[in-house]
């Protein structure tokens, strides 16, 4: 090349920098949009990554992060010393190990403050540690500070969960000297280590007189992915303690298989949201890029003219393209990391991890797939451009193609409507492909918006079916049965108190002024034919307890010798409803037919419910243990409390706030996850009609200009371009809805599978009418509103100046 | 013809971006039934003054009269309203709508002003027979020719029978012989009583159709002639005093 050539290249080179640089800041809108959009679906990637990726391995991000203990060993004190402990750490496979710690376990503490005082608590496993951190099982202080002297003590969050606070104490009548002890702190043990922690010095305080506490001994191993390897490490960890001394032992794993139990149903949504993010990103930035392309076309002719190359033309707007979704992507990022903080911390506390933050490759790999979309996405109508002759640029582009939609408009003028409205009807016809566009991005908007109510709907049903006994008002704890059941201690162990009689709570609670239906409730660990070990077997008394727990098929029982079991029940026992199956109750044969498959997550294993009567026609043990209460309309529920628990304090029960144990639902966490992400969609999903809007009120300003000159008010101009989209929105929307609900009735039966259960038809069968009638005008919502930014400007637009636009 | 002035311009001046006048303090009366030619070079300010008028654009200082209404004063939807009812308008360039039939861009200005559909209808079918374009209604103007497109401008200026009609070089863009078919119009128009307000630089547009000549130099009326439509400006007419040219 010429030394003249080469400086008419370089020229143009500069100049092609300013060419991009100017049409950035000229296009100042569609820039934006390109910024916005980006930036949403950027964050909403990242934010949809972190989620996913959160919510798949939160156990082993805690796991790891925590060092969480492979194997917690505990051992006799008096079998084994806790040199010996301490020396196990040097078996073979070991990899660190933390300990020995002393932990006893006290019985029938009582807390002052925290939501139930003065109600006894379940046993408490205190372990003595000095300090939280350690090489295995490092704890996550959540609230307040680490135990420093005797006298204080840590709670952990898997056994107070939130009603623990820092401040109340826990008095221990059973020990000598009544022990007092101060919550300072609130911690987490990834594998649950203890519910409470002491410095070692407090123990022998909490050690009943005559008994040794035992020792724990954490371990990290080399192989311990295996329910195998981890009994192997076990077997050799006890060989080289004296023989014996191992009374018991915690493996990571199944703290990890209840971790992903309670995470797992959640990946689906979680999925559905980010290939709707991907799909919209798609849409919009294509959408975005190639009107942007598109609407200079005659600029593109004009640099030709002026000896610009088509490589050099291309590259200018793909780089025209970039720049502004460069930011908007970098934006999305910082965005994601973010708005990914506080879900993430809430999910810490839903997934009993710490720490989650945004993965490092997310944030890689997120931005560098926008950029390659981008560029792909820019490169199709940049070519276009490019490949243009000269003359027909410079002639397109000005204004839509004359002829396209003619006849629609034709038609639509006939339609007895505002004039200004059936003109505005008839603008997405003259931009087949555009509109198109814009309409997928309004039906994946509107899609969005139904799935996200509809999941939100049935996750309330979900959440509100998993409650203790659905929806009951007050609840009654009965402070001792004469047999079996879960109790919670009323008072002091020690104290001379008679187990409540449950035919007495009963007749307080019919008494009760407001009660409106009750129904008693227990439970006993029976055999089961076909299952091994135990099976909660729970038992209802009276009529009102059909609606204690959600039905998901057959029928609820109506007499002894029946029951209804949940889905895992069936899933692991083979059976199906009509099936009988054997109770062994103290060597007694009972059998039982199941007569309705529930909605009940409680039980791990899954639970049989049964009539009361069941059992105790054979064994006539009473093993009602509490009961639930529904009160009347308009009855205030604390006045009811205070009134009943003056009766039933006396015969040792106590009425509580059911609603109380719906506290620290993870609900809010994915009702406010899913919020976020629909709120982006749906923007993103306007940002489209924005776009399109703008570009179709800058194509024909000059238009715009002839009917304002003819009479076009600024209120007939907005009513044109709003009912430009209307159209495309309404019919988006009618068209998102049923997508939307088909997405949920996919996505909600798969989260429950994951869960282990079916669902009630009512959970996902959540869309009334009305609802989907609203959810269908949510389309042209997203539409109408995505536009009136352009209508406003359409209206604003100076008729002279329009006029002389060409 | 009744005395009352249909357009009162009492002493305009307009002003882009502080600059120099492109109108500089004139005043001009025109009454009903007359036909008024605003002659001027390129830059004398023609068209500013009859954007003014339209309420296309704001007098920097001084007042804009229509029938009664101060249209300087009016926002934008009393403008829309003043232009669909007050007055008509015809362009150098036609600006029709390419997308919208010969017969709908007739009727649109009627159906922005809300109009009966029927009484739209016939009023239109009736402006298409009268100019001559009737069998053209269901066209595209792109398949008319120049003076067929000017027609069907003037059918849509003239839809909501306007008190004034405002042409902006009419026949700018047309051939010679497009160019008398619509100075011959626009003198018939005229001589039913139609008042008309013209702005060209063509003379023999002015003469042909104009019942009295303003020439713009600079902004300002440099002469304000009546005369007879067709005798040429300035024949053997008398000027007619303006209060611009009277100071």
Not at chain 1, 196 to 225: D, E, H, K
Not at chain 1, 364 to 391: D, E, K, N, Q, S
Not at chain 1, 483 to 505: C, L
Not at chain 1, 568 to 588: H, K, M, W
């Amino acid at each position: 090349m010429s030394s003249h050539g080469m400086r008419l290249g370089k020229s143009r080179g500069g100049a092609l920098g300013r060419v991009v640089r100017a049409g950035v800041g000229r296009r100042r809108v569609q820039t934006v949009v390109i910024v916005l959009s980006t930036m949403m679906a950027v964050t909403s990637t990242v934010l949809a990554g972190a989620l996913l990726v959160a919510s798949r391995a939160p156990f082993d991000h805690a796991f790891n992060t925590e060092r969480g203990a492979h194997l917690s060993v505990l051992a006799d004190g008096s079998k084994a010393t806790s040199a010996q402990l301490a020396a196990s750490a040097h078996v073979q496979g070991v990899t660190a190990a933390s300990g020995p710690y002393q932990q006893i376990i006290a019985e029938h503490g009582t807390p002052s403050g925290g939501d139930f005082p003065g109600i006894g608590l379940p046993p408490l496993l205190i372990v003595g540690r000095a300090t939280p951190g350690g090489p295995v099982d490092d704890l996550a202080l959540t609230q307040g500070r680490w135990a420093a002297t005797p006298g204080e003590i840590v709670l952990s969050t898997s056994y107070f969960g939130p009603r623990g606070s820092v401040g109340m104490t826990l008095t221990f009548p059973d020990l000598p000297g009544k022990p007092v002890l101060t919550v300072v702190g609130i911690a987490r043990s990834v594998t649950g280590t203890g519910d409470a922690w002491v410095q070692p010095s407090q123990i022998p305080a909490l050690t009943q007189p005559g008994t040794v506490p035992g020792i724990q001994m954490l371990y990290r191993f080399a192989n311990a992915g295996t329910d195998t390897q981890v009994t192997a490490d076990r077997d050799a960890v006890a060989a080289a303690l004296p023989h014996g001394a191992v009374t018991g032992s915690l493996s990571w794993l199944s703290a990890k298989q209840d971790a992903e139990r309670s995470t797992a149903p959640f990946v689906p949504f979680i999925v559905a949201f980010g290939v709707l993010g991907l799909i919209m990103s798609v849409i919009i930035i294509g959408n975005v890029v190639s009107g942007a392309v598109g609407a200079s076309l005659r600029r593109i002719g004009i640099l030709k003219a002026l000896g610009f190359t088509p490589a050099q033309i291309v590259r200018a707007y793909i780089t025209q393209a970039l720049i502004p979704s460069a930011v908007g992507i970098a934006l999305g990022v910082v965005l994601g990391n973010i708005f990914a903080k506080p879900l993430l911390s809430n999910a810490e506390f839903a997934y009993g991890t710490v720490s989650l933050s945004v993965a490092t490759w997310i944030d890689i790999a997120a931005p560098c797939a926008a950029v390659v979309l981008v560029a792909l996405t820019a490169f199709a109508p940049a070519l276009r451009a490019g490949r243009l002759r000269t003359v027909e640029a410079i002639a397109v582009g000005r204004s839509p193609t004359v002829g396209r939609g003619r006849i629609a408009r034709h038609l639509l003028g006939r339609v007895p409507l505002p004039r200004a409205v059936s003109l505005g009807l008839g603008s997405p016809f003259a931009r087949p492909a555009r509109t198109l566009a814009v309409a997928a991005s309004v039906v994946f908007g509107a899609t969005a918006l139904t799935f996200a109510l509809g999941l939100v709907s049935s996750f309330n049903d979900v959440q509100a079916g998993q409650n203790r006994n659905g929806t009951a008002d007050v609840a009654v704890d009965i402070g001792a049965t004469s047999d079996g059941g879960e109790v919670v201690h009323v008072g002091a162990k020690g104290v001379n108190q008679p187990a409540a009689n449950p035919s007495a709570v009963a007749a307080a609670i019919a008494a009760q002024p407001g009660t409106r239906s009750y129904y008693g409730t227990g439970g006993v660990e029976l055999a089961v034919s076909g299952l091994s070990g135990t099976t909660q077997v729970r038992v209802l008394q009276g009529a009102a307890a059909v609606d204690s727990v959600p039905l998901i098929s057959g029928s609820w029982f109506t007499a002894p010798g029946q029951a209804v079991v949940p889905t895992r029940f069936l899933q692991e026992t083979g059976t199906s409803i009509g099936s009988t199956i054997t109770l062994t109750d103290n060597g007694v044969l009972i059998p039982v037919r199941i007569v309705g498959e529930v909605f009940d997550l409680r039980s791990r294993n899954g639970e049989l419910i049964t009539d009361a009567r069941t059992l105790s026609a054979v064994d006539h043990v009473d093993r009602i243990s509490g009961f639930e209460i529904h009160l009347s309309p308009g009855v205030d529920r604390a006045s009811y409390i205070s009134a009943l628990n003056a009766k039933l304090h006396p015969v040792y029960a106590d009425a509580q706030d059911a609603a109380a144990d719906r506290g620290g639902s993870t609900l809010p966490f994915f009702e406010g996850m899913i919020a976020i992400l629909t709120a982006m969609l749906t923007t993103v999903a306007g940002l489209a009609v924005l776009n399109a809007a703008v570009l179709e009120t800058r194509e024909r300003v000059h238009d715009l200009g002839v009917y304002k000159a003819v009479g076009m008010s600024p209120r007939q101009t907005i009513a044109m371009v709003l009912s430009s989209v209307a159209l495309v929105g309404l019919c988006a929307g009618v068209i998102g809805v049923p997508i939307g609900i088909a997405l949920h009735s996919y996505v909600v039966p798969v989260m429950a599978h994951t869960a282990g259960t079916n669902l009630p038809h009512a959970y996902i069968a959540v869309y009334r009418g009305a609802e989907m009638v609203l959810l269908a005008l949510g389309g042209l919502v997203i539409a109408i509103v995505g536009a009136l930014l352009p209508a406003g400007w359409a209206a604003k637009t100076r008729t002279a100046t329009a006029l002389r636009t060409e | 013809m009744d005395d009352a002035p249909l357009i009162e311009l009492h002493q305009v001046t307009k002003r882009y971006d502080g600059g120099p006048p492109a109108v500089d303090d004139i005043s001009l009366t025109v009454r009903p039934g007359e036909a008024v030619a605003i002659l001027g070079p390129s830059g004398s300010g023609k068209s500013t003054v009859l954007n003014l008028i339209a309420g296309l654009d704001r007098p920097t200082t001084g007042t804009v009269t229509v029938a009664g209404t101060r249209v300087d004063e009016l926002a934008e939807s009393g403008s829309a309203k003043y232009r669909r009812t007050q007055i008509g308008m015809v362009f150098q360039f036609f600006n029709l709508l390419d997308d919208l039939t010969v017969g709908d861009n007739v009727l649109l200005p009627a159906q922005l002003a809300g109009m009966p559909r029927a009484l739209a209808r016939a009023r239109a079918a009736q402006l298409l027979d009268t100019l001559g374009i009737a069998k053209h209604a269901r066209a595209y103007p792109g398949r008319l020719s120049g003076g067929e497109r000017q027609r069907v401008a003037v059918a849509r200026a003239l839809i909501n029978r306007p008190a004034l009609l405002l042409a902006d070089e009419p026949t700018g863009a047309l051939d010679t012989a497009s160019g008398q078919d619509v100075r011959t119009l626009l003198s018939e128009l005229n001589a039913d009583g139609q008042t008309v307000l013209l702005v060209t630089h063509d003379l023999t547009l002015a003469q042909s159709c104009a019942t009295r000549t303003v020439r713009l130099v600079d902004g300002r009326i440099a002469s304000d002639t009546a005369h007879a439509a067709g005798s040429g400006a300035g024949a053997g007419v008398a000027p007619f005093t303006t209060e611009g040219a009277a100071r």
